[in-house]
């Protein structure tokens, strides 16, 4: 039987708020088998340990969360289903027991490192625009990015949408026979599409895109169409660098920069 911790099975069971979790242990407001508790990490065993609120047991239901990188391969769907039935990424990860969710998406033709998860929390602190998670793409442009057009690019961005989208880096990979280009681009942006129509703004169509890396989650070692579980340092690295972002960003008018990843939870490993 997994051991989680009383506040991360309420939070994963939909109890309430993390913040009014926390006050509601700290006021004594939890028992566990008949015992008051007013530790947050106090141990827990999920379907076994009997926690009341108020005198009233609860019936809570919190699988331990888990945490997958997929890569994704072009021509599938970044969805569990699919109207047109074209392929999606459901079909790739059946081999993962839990019912896990990608966090935010990757087009059609787009390929690379997907995040799976069952954890809500972090899921939202990902895909929030405050969150400013950094993303490295690899790409395949038509023609060359001159160097005027790169600098353009990094100091002012373009408007997409309303929103100034500002890529944190540029770098040249190498230059193909027929005269097209491979870089490497990082954003913080999320909206649909948002490195192809950065680059088709500066008159470099996409023709290839892969995912290298969501923050400091990285596809590396993933072989195309395959899946692995996360480890628990990656998960724990990358929650902090979310809350550090959080509290770089503030209040500030969003504007793509620095930032990243989400918050943590009892992983359940493989064997």
Same mark, same amino acid.
């Given at each position: 039987?997994?051991?989680?911790?009383?506040?991360?099975?309420?939070?994963?069971a939909?109890f309430?708020?993390?913040?009014r =979790?926390?006050?509601? =242990?700290?006021d004594?407001e939890?028992?566990?088998?008949?015992?008051?508790v007013?530790?947050?990490?106090?141990p827990? &065993?999920?379907?076994?340990?009997? =926690?009341? $609120?108020?005198? #009233?047991?609860l019936?809570l239901n919190?699988?331990?969360?888990?945490? $997958?990188?997929?890569n994704k391969?072009?021509?599938?769907?970044?969805t569990?289903?699919?109207?047109g039935?074209?392929?999606?990424?459901?079909?790739?990860?059946?081999?993962?027991?839990?019912?896990?969710?990608?966090?935010?998406?990757l087009?059609?033709n787009? /390929?690379?490192?997907?995040?799976?998860?069952?954890?809500g929390?972090?899921?939202k602190k990902?895909i929030t625009?405050?969150? *400013?998670?950094?993303k490295q793409y690899l790409?395949k442009?038509?023609?060359?990015?001159?160097?005027?057009?790169r600098?353009?690019?990094?100091?002012?961005?373009?408007?997409l949408?309303?929103?100034?989208v500002?890529?944190? &880096?540029?770098? $040249? =990979?190498?230059?193909?026979?027929?005269?097209?280009?491979w870089?490497?681009?990082?954003i913080t942006?999320?909206?649909?599409?948002?490195? #192809?129509k950065?680059?088709?703004?500066?008159?470099?169509?996409?023709?290839?895109?892969?995912r290298?890396?969501?923050?400091?989650? @990285?596809? @590396?070692?993933?072989?195309v169409?395959?899946? #692995? &579980?996360?480890?628990?340092? /990656?998960?724990?690295? $990358?929650? *902090?660098?979310?809350?550090?972002?959080?509290?770089?960003?503030?209040?500030? @008018?969003?504007?793509?920069?620095?930032?990243a990843?989400?918050?943590?939870?009892?992983? @359940?490993r493989?064997?």
């Amino acid at each position: 039987m997994s051991t989680t911790t009383l506040h991360r099975m309420l939070q994963s069971a939909g109890f309430d708020s993390r913040r009014r =979790i926390r006050r509601g =242990i700290a006021d004594g407001e939890f028992t566990v088998n008949g015992k008051t508790v007013t530790d947050p990490n106090f141990p827990v &065993e999920p379907g076994r340990d009997e =926690i009341r $609120f108020q005198g #009233r047991r609860l019936k809570l239901n919190a699988e331990p969360l888990v945490y $997958f990188l997929l890569n994704k391969p072009r021509g599938v769907v970044s969805t569990l289903s699919d109207p047109g039935r074209r392929p999606t990424i459901k079909d790739l990860i059946r081999g993962i027991p839990e019912r896990v969710y990608p966090v935010g998406r990757l087009d059609y033709n787009s /390929e690379g490192l997907i995040l799976l998860t069952n954890d809500g929390a972090l899921m939202k602190k990902v895909i929030t625009p405050s969150s *400013r998670v950094p993303k490295q793409y690899l790409v395949k442009i038509r023609g060359e990015l001159s160097e005027t057009d790169r600098r353009r690019l990094l100091e002012k961005g373009v408007h997409l949408e309303g929103i100034r989208v500002r890529p944190l &880096e540029i770098t $040249f =990979i190498r230059r193909t026979a027929q005269g097209h280009s491979w870089l490497t681009i990082t954003i913080t942006e999320g909206h649909k599409h948002v490195v #192809r129509k950065l680059l088709q703004y500066a008159g470099h169509p996409v023709e290839r895109l892969r995912r290298l890396a969501i923050g400091s989650l @990285k596809l @590396k070692g993933i072989p195309v169409g395959h899946w #692995r &579980e996360a480890t628990e340092p /990656e998960i724990k690295a $990358f929650s *902090r660098e979310l809350e550090a972002g959080r509290k770089v960003t503030g209040n500030r @008018k969003q504007e793509t920069g620095v930032g990243a990843a989400p918050s943590g939870r009892p992983l @359940k490993r493989r064997r």
